[in-house]
């Protein structure tokens, strides 16, 4: 199974999507700034992919309209499940307010790909049965 790495560009700040090849996906702010949010160091935040960036997991309220953003990560996953039909991957949200975002998403994912949800405090794991 192959991973992917791939930034956005939204209202002036850059954000990566991380697939690994064992199928952990993450989602982050990695830079730029806006009337929202201004980059801060975190001993916390942890280093991104090849370009030696910071992850920024706490990003909620950095953007104004965050729907266009949601629709293109989704995009990009549903084109990974759907091209690489992985027998398993998994995400998890950082903050109660992305969980009830990422949990409504877990299920449309679930459901659109024919896989067994089981989520797991913040986690959403994502298991196909073979037949």
């Keep these: 199974m192959r991973g992917i790495s791939k930034t956005y560009k939204h209202e002036r700040l850059r954000f990566e999507l991380s697939i690994s090849q064992a199928g952990g996906i993450a989602f982050a702010l990695t830079g ?3 009337k929202h949010w201004q980059p801060e160091y975190d001993p916390f935040d942890y280093p991104g992919s090849d370009t030696g960036e910071r992850y920024i997991t706490d990003d909620t309220g950095a953007v104004d309209n965050p729907i266009p953003l949601i629709r293109r990560v989704l995009a990009d996953i549903y084109s990974w499940v759907g091209a690489e ?26 459901e659109r790909f024919g896989y067994q949800l089981c989520a797991d405090g913040r986690s959403f794991h ?4 073979v037949h």
């Design 126 to 129: 994502f298991y196909r049965t």
């Design 85 to 110: 039909k992985p027998y398993y991957f998994s995400f998890y949200s950082t903050t109660e307010r992305k969980h009830r975002i990422y949990k409504r998403l877990a299920s449309r994912i679930a």
């Design 32 to 34: 730029g700034a806006n």
